[in-house]
């Protein structure tokens, strides 16, 4: 018989071959002729396997979690609100204002104006360490667990935001700030780890847009709290208040939060070749399409005992996977090179690229155009709260819908590209609302036009982190903890880079065209969502027969069924 024109019904793959399928992430997800749901990863008989946790616990995980992940961006970012005070505290420089004798003199204004773009570095480079730092934390979360990364590093976080109320030069500053992104970090990367350890497949997109909207609410609640402040006392009250949070949630973490890795047996799935005419038997197998077939799940009663609330606490833990640190360290630069994680990493860093923007030059801008004290700055972040709780259950939701729509059309096998169709959402709002801001302040309207702006631009937030994420994580699910060191890692340069030169750009172009071009450069770069959605899964099979695919490949105990 020719190997040309080949009916392909079935094909079992044998082990050796298992690593080449292990990143297609091609799942059934119903089963044919019931549609009956279909659990991924597949949910043990172990009492203690976080999959077979109570909804209701999970969801409080979820919300610890969360509240990790906003005080993180609370601390990192939130003060920026009071940046024009801290300039003329630390820096001694004052801002023009008729109440300010020789504040208007060019030297005095040229003083101001490089003092506070150099106080900006103060956020910027903490944004950059929250990123790099999980280069090493991320490996450590997956080689020893989760729960020791949280309860260490937010201890030693707590530390550094003591030290940073009590800086009183720029150096010591920086110094403090620099080594409260290091573990301030920690929650950006983990998070989505913990939401995939909790979660099945089907539930990801809803869980993940809670993680979405923590990442956008730190900063603005941070400024909101830290404008208030200044009505009454400085700028130095917020890290007070930061540091009780910090301590309060530590303990709560120590005490009520168990370890949620859980090394799963490893399973010789059934692939299937999914019915398909073959020109050449003889292809890469990478470029077949291949759907995992779950097998039936075990109804052998489990007698592993559950964990008591002593052996939860426990830090000395087994290793979560035989493979090497150093191994899980490199990873995620060479990750880099993969077509899904590179367009993943560009959304999640413009997204965040955006919040810092907004971050490092709100204050500043409502003061020179709507002459907005400080507080009154910080309460236009309400606007964000808002735009996040709207698109929270929206974007979570219809990540989710959407995924299953194009599932069903599919027959029922669920493609990690399923979510991409979402990413109309974001590629519509988050441009739309980035113009409404700039043209609003660049044109002097009310000031209520920009800040509803601003509500406009976090429902695209929520939605371009959500869908991103998401993706990433289905697409490539054993290696899904580099995956997003990669996305965080890249996104920190980039926010670090684009703050560095914000306040500079608005004072040369305005906000019109500094905002218009983020717009324009959002769209373009989401719009790629519908090539990807084409072409993704070919990408990533081709990916494959890539010859450094073999410096990613993962052990054995990292497969979780996907």
Sequence with gaps: MSSRSIDIEFAQISEPNMDRVRTLG???????????????????????????WSKAYKIYLMSLTSTALILSNFMAAGPSIAIVELTIDIFHAYPPSPLIPGSFAPASIARFSSSISKAAYLFSATALLQGISNLFWVPVALKYGRRKVYVLSFLLFGVTTIWASQANSFGNLLAARLVMGWFAGTAECV????????????ER???????????????????????????????????????????????????????????????????????????????PLGALQVERLSPERSVEISNIPKKTFRQNLAFVTPPQTKESFWKIFIRPILLLALPPVIWSTVTVGLVVGIVVILSVSLANDFYTIYLFETWQSGLCWIAVIVGTAIGMPICGKLTDTTADFFTARAGGIREPEHRLPFCIL?????????????????HHTHWAVPVVGLAIISVGIVGGTTGAMAYIVDAYRPIAGECVVSVMAFKAAFAFLIAFY?????????????????????????????????????????????????????????ETGE
């Excluded at 119903?30 to 396997?49: A, C, F, Q, V």
């Excluded at 993940?208 to 404008?227: N, Y």
């Excluded at 519908?530 to 070919?538: A, T």
């Design 205 to 283: 997109g809803t869980y993940m847009a809670i993680f979405a909207a923590a990442l956008a609410a730190g900063a603005p609640l941070g400024s909101i709290v830290g404008g208030l402040f200044t009505l009454s006392t400085d700028w130095r009250a917020l890290y007070y208040l930061g540091t009780g949070l910090i301590f309060a949630f530590t303990i709560l973490a120590f005490f009520t939060m168990p370890e949620t890795a859980f090394v799963r047996i490893p399973e010789v799935h059934e692939l299937a070749l999914v019915r398909q005419t073959s020109k050449d038997i003889e292809k």
């Design 26 to 52: 091609s799942v059934r997800l119903t089963r044919e002729g019931t549609n009956e749901r279909i659990l991924y990863p597949k949910p043990s008989n172990d009492p203690n396997d976080p999959l077979n």
């Design 426 to 442: 974001p590629a519509l709002f988050m441009p739309g609302g980035l113009l409404m801001y700039g043209l609003s302040l660049d």
């Design 502 to 558: 914000t306040n500079s750009w608005l004072a040369a172009d305005g906000p019109a065209v500094v905002y218009g071009t983020l717009a324009g450069i959002v769209f373009a770069w989401l719009a790629l969502a519908l090539p990807l959605y084409i072409w993704g899964k070919q990408l990533r099979q081709k990916s494959l027969d890539w010859k450094f695919i073999r410096l990613v490949q993962w052990d054995l105990d990292r």
């Design 191 to 202: 998070a989505p780890l913990t939401v995939a350890d909790l979660f099945f497949l089907h």
